[in-house]
């Protein structure tokens, strides 16, 4: 349902790098995020073990809604820089895009409390979750950084440097086409 004000955000300057920061973060942590190569027996066996058929569309493992995406459990970024967590079968959950953004950053527990649910329901989704993270769940520790991680870094910088300085010669655009 779209309301009249909703087209307020269109009327205003666009900024490059408000706009765009987490998905240029991601970027750069995805790019050296260690992830499972796909193997679809080992798939259909978690898919299972979160009481999902594998066969069946999915549903959310925390609150049994149609999954339309699916949540890293624990997030690839955090303070702006890669996490150490990545695209691995154990840090991946079926999800509903309404839980996804919801959670965001934020623990899987503390999400999961916060949704309107019976103790009993809570408490089965839990121990699902608990289960399959026990069994698929696997933690990447990040290894000191070697100079490639240390340039890698540099390159992120330059690329929001630029992105920052496009918004500003942007807005001397738009400065001058008002004029």
């Known amino acids: ?20 920061l987490t998905t240029i973060n991601h970027m750069f942590a995805a790019a050296i ?15 299972s073990l979160l009481g999902n058929d594998p066969d069946d569309d999915l549903s959310c493992a925390y609150c049994g809604a149609p999954a339309e995406t699916w949540d890293h459990v624990f997030a690839t970024v955090k303070n702006s820089r890669f996490s150490g967590h990545g695209h691995r079968l154990g840090n991946l959950l079926p999800c509903c895009k309404s839980c996804n953004s919801r959670k965001g950053n934020k623990a899987w527990q503390a999400h999961l409390s916060s949704l309107p649910m019976d103790d009993v329901e809570r408490s089965r989704r839990s121990a699902c979750i608990e289960r399959y993270l ?5 933690i990447d520790l990040l290894a000191e ?20 300085e496009a918004d500003e010669v942007a807005s001397r655009i738009r400065a001058g086409a008002q004029t």
């Open 1 to 20: 349902m779209m309301r009249f004000k909703s087209i307020a955000s269109h009327l205003r300057p666009y900024r490059m790098l408000a706009s765009r």
């Open 145 to 164: 950084p070697t100079p490639d991680h240390v340039r890698l870094d540099e390159l992120r910088a330059q690329v929001l440097s630029l992105v920052a």
């Open 134 to 138: 026990d069994t698929y769940g696997q």
């Open 33 to 47: 995020a260690p992830h499972d190569p796909y193997d679809e027996a080992h798939v259909r066996e978690a898919v």
